[in-house]
Nanobody, 124 residues
């Protein structure tokens, strides 16, 4: 069973940056599809971006050019670097792992394991 632990959330000003980490145990993160999702109050959980086994990355249009996903295989960790933050980026951010898929999935229901979430608040 894969366990995921996120860290790095917090408070940032608009235009600022934050980096989130997602560290896996019980599985090798480089063999998984790892997705980042976020959920704002009163809204559905939405896909932010993801990285698959071959290192290819995918991003939602709303974050493309501002967010970057990377992976450190030695640390079994995936990162979400968020720059040029906007107040509308405020949400709880989750990482998730798909252990069965081959390519990126965009729906929360396609992921098997989830982290506990980390709060990101962007002030204007």
């Amino acid at each position: 069973q894969v366990q995921l632990v996120e860290s790095g959330g917090g408070l940032a000003q608009a235009g600022g940056s934050l980096r989130l980490s997602c560290t896996a145990s019980g599985g090798t993160i480089s063999t998984l599809i790892t997705g980042w999702f976020r959920q704002a109050p009163g809204k559905e959980r939405e896909f932010v971006g993801g990285i698959i086994w071959n290192g290819n990355t995918y991003y939602a249009d709303s974050v493309k050019g501002r967010f970057t996903i990377s992976r450190d295989n030695a640390k079994n960790t995936v990162y979400l670097q968020m720059s040029s933050l906007k107040p509308e980026d405020t949400a709880v951010y989750y990482c998730a792992a798909d252990v069965h898929g081959w390519d990126i999935n965009f729906l929360p229901g396609d992921y098997d394991y989830w982290g506990q979430g980390t709060q990101v608040i962007v002030s204007s």
